[in-house]
């Protein structure tokens, strides 16, 4: 008997994935959990494990092919030779039954389901009923199927729960994400390979699971005298679905086209196959067609479920997906334009009328200014003219350095309530910037000097005064926090908030306004990635901090490999005067402060 592999769903928005690399041959024998092929998305790399033991018999997606989460991979069967005898009788219960609907009357729908099976020929049919007998006792028994923690990498050996998506008792679908694991390769979410009810939880959350180590038990779960009752409609659903798939099937050989995809879906699990598969098992067999472009009702699981939880008439949406196939992204948009909809209903009005223009809303202080000419400030004039100077008297060049950032959002998240408490300020990230730049200018003496083009003399600072560049009303304005270098975290949190709360509110001092060795940016504040900022002269050097961002990155592992992980990451732009850093300097300058920032060593420095 063969087993159909599909795309298992590798995270919250996403609704497809690209066949990297296949790591198994047809003819290949494979073990559950065992790693099978590569697959890239726009969030994560990674591998995808077997979720059936035995040999790979076909391919269904070559390398390079973009299949949709629930799309069919492959076929994996019990390599004894005789997979292509047992998928003949496959074809006939597949055929039949979908047939059988488009020429029996309503009336006898639920005959006419059993009708095939009782004029198929019994040797035909008794090799697949006995092999489902033992899916339908795992999945839906008492005892339920044990889920395992699945391979998630070739040198991934355990990984952490970090969240359950589904809660004891609730229900789940074939491929649809049962929780989170995190790894050191990847954070990703883990689908269940069957469908059923959550029994038990047999791992917490941030509990480390080994591979292959059980992490929860799935089966029917449900009181028996609930069954009949679930039982009835669900049997009728696909006599209620056969004439929205008649529009697909007036071509016979497309239904022909594709029976073992239906076949291996509907031997996947029996618990499924008795509830909503027989309606899947349909839209399924159109799916081959699909990817050459024809535009039929193939609807992924996770598709189908959202358009049910938002109530969406999957009928009434047009697909943006391959072939013309229905994505998330369709149903969110036909969910979120269907409220606009109703009221214009109610009122009788047109639908096009709806939903009125955007029209931009401009603050009347801004609208004031409009059409007009001004004197500038004099603190408009000051900074315009120093910009200018700046550049007119030094040598500036950029260059920028990546850091990750998580160890030092990790701390700040699990310390910013204690700090709150003990400082009274709050915990930001540009502290534990500030606190790595003055480190940094500490061991790298040209960036904390200055030059003198005139005399050619270089002095060197033995402290370090940090300027910090602080928005107001009036302009951009930079205070000095002395001897910067002499504070932790703490020190340095509340001296940031006392000099930028005073500039802000017209009470800094004329002489803190000046004297910075260093200066540092926020740029992330308003959700810079990364700018060239202009030198503070005299200086030799000004830093920007960029907005920190969560995304995926190559990583290098304990052994030396690389994955795909997501980090908290922020680019950190360094302008510098060349006259005296060279870009040699300036790179490991950076370093330094890269190195600091990356440790995340900085519990002491919280003052706690």
């Known amino acids: 008997m063969s087993n159909s592999v599909q795309m298992p769903a590798l995270g919250e928005s996403v609704t497809e994935g690209t066949v990297t690399r296949w790591l198994k041959e047809v003819g290949e024998e494979v073990e559950v959990d065992e790693p099978l092929l590569e697959v890239s998305t726009d969030k994560v790399d990674t591998e995808i494990p077997s979720p059936y033991a035995g040999t790979l018999e076909k391919i269904l997606a070559e390398e390079d092919d973009v299949v949709e989460v629930g799309g069919d991979l492959a076929y994996i069967g019990d390599g004894g030779g005789a997979s292509s005898d047992e998928e003949a009788p496959a074809e006939e219960p597949a055929e039949e039954p979908a047939e059988a609907p488009a020429e029996e009357s309503p009336a006898e729908e639920a005959p006419a389901d059993e009708a095939p099976a009782a004029d198929e020929a019994p040797a035909a049919d008794e090799a697949p009923a006995e092999e489902s007998a033992p899916a339908a006792s795992d999945s839906g028994s008492s005892e339920g199927t044990e889920i395992t923690m699945p391979a998630l990498g070739e040198s991934v050996t355990e990984g952490t729960v970090t969240r359950w998506l589904k809660e004891v008792g609730e229900e789940v679908e074939v491929d649809e994400p049962l929780l989170e694991v995190s790894t050191d390769k990847v954070d990703t979410e883990v689908p269940s390979p069957v469908a059923g009810v959550v029994q038990a939880h047999l791992a917490d959350e941030d509990d480390t699971v080994e591979v292959g180590a059980p992490l929860a038990r799935i089966g029917s779960g449900a009181p028996s005298e609930s069954a009949p009752a679930e039982e009835a409609p669900k049997d009728e659903a696909p006599a209620e679905a056969a004439p929205k798939q008649e529009a697909p099937k007036e071509d016979a050989p497309k239904q022909e086209s594709a029976p073992k995809p239906a076949a291996a879906a509907s031997a996947q699990s029996a618990s499924a196959a008795q509830a909503e598969e027989p309606v899947d098992a349909a839209a399924?067999?159109?799916?081959?067609?699909?990817?050459?472009?024809?535009?039929?009702?193939?609807?992924?699981?996770?598709?189908?479920?959202?358009?049910?939880?938002?109530?969406?008439?999957?009928?009434?949406?047009?697909?943006?997906?391959?072939?013309?196939?229905?994505?998330?992204?369709?149903?969110?948009?036909?969910?979120?334009?269907?409220?606009?909809?109703?009221?214009?209903?109610?009122?009788?009005?047109?639908?096009?009328?709806?939903?009125?223009?955007?029209?931009?809303?401009?603050?009347?202080?801004?609208?004031?200014?409009?059409?007009?000419?001004?004197?500038?400030?004099?603190?408009?004039?000051?900074?315009?003219?120093?910009?200018?100077?700046?550049?007119?008297?030094?040598?500036?060049?950029?260059?920028?350095?990546?850091?990750?950032?998580?160890?030092?959002?990790?701390?700040?998240?699990?310390?910013?309530?204690?700090?709150?408490?003990?400082?009274?300020?709050?915990?930001?990230?540009?502290?534990?910037?500030?606190?790595?730049?003055?480190?940094?200018?500490?061991?790298?003496?040209?960036?904390?000097?200055?030059?003198?083009?005139?005399?050619?003399?270089?002095?060197?600072?033995?402290?370090?005064?940090?300027?910090?560049?602080?928005?107001?009303?009036?302009?951009?304005?930079?205070?000095?926090?002395?001897?910067?270098?002499?504070?932790?975290?703490?020190?340095?949190?509340?001296?940031?908030?006392?000099?930028?709360?005073?500039?802000?509110?017209?009470?800094?001092?004329?002489?803190?306004?000046?004297?910075?060795?260093?200066?540092?940016?926020?740029?992330?504040?308003?959700?810079?990635?990364?700018?060239?900022?202009?030198?503070?002269?005299?200086?030799?050097?000004?830093?920007?901090?960029?907005?920190?961002?969560?995304?995926?990155?190559?990583?290098?592992?304990?052994?030396?490999?690389?994955?795909?992980?997501?980090?908290?990451?922020?680019?950190?732009?360094?302008?510098?005067n060349h006259q005296l850093v060279d870009g040699a300097d300036a790179g490991r300058f950076l370093q330094t402060i890269k190195a600091r920032l990356e440790e995340g060593n900085f519990e002491a420095d919280l003052d706690l």
């Open 284 to 576: 399924q067999a159109p799916a081959a067609a699909d990817t050459v472009g024809e535009n039929a009702a193939y609807v992924t699981p996770l598709v189908r479920r959202l358009a049910r939880e938002k109530g969406v008439d999957l009928s009434q949406v047009t697909g943006t997906g391959v072939g013309g196939r229905i994505r998330k992204q369709d149903v969110e948009a036909a969910a979120k334009s269907a409220p606009a909809a109703a009221p214009a209903a109610q009122s009788g009005a047109p639908a096009a009328a709806s939903k009125a223009p955007f029209k931009v809303e401009i603050p009347e202080e801004v609208a004031k200014l409009r059409g007009t000419t001004e004197k500038a400030s004099r603190i408009r004039q000051t900074i315009a003219k120093r910009m200018s100077e700046s550049l007119d008297v030094s040598a500036q060049l950029t260059q920028v350095i990546e850091v990750d950032m998580s160890r030092v959002v990790k701390l700040r998240k699990a310390n910013k309530e204690a700090f709150q408490a003990k400082h009274g300020s709050k915990l930001t990230y540009l502290p534990f910037f500030a606190k790595a730049i003055v480190e940094a200018l500490q061991v790298h003496p040209k960036v904390n000097a200055q030059y003198d083009l005139e005399s050619q003399q270089i002095t060197y600072f033995d402290h370090e005064h940090l300027a910090v560049a602080v928005d107001t009303p009036r302009g951009l304005l930079v205070p000095v926090i002395k001897d910067a270098g002499d504070l932790s975290v703490a020190g340095l949190s509340k001296a940031i908030d006392d000099v930028a709360d005073r500039t802000r509110n017209n009470k800094i001092m004329p002489d803190e306004l000046s004297g910075g060795t260093f200066t540092v940016t926020n740029i992330g504040s308003v959700g810079a990635l990364f700018d060239t900022p202009i030198i503070n002269q005299p200086q030799m050097g000004i830093i920007g901090t960029g907005a920190i961002v969560r995304r995926p990155i190559a990583v290098k592992t304990a052994d030396g490999d690389e994955a795909i992980a997501i980090r908290d990451m922020v680019y950190l732009p360094l302008t510098y």
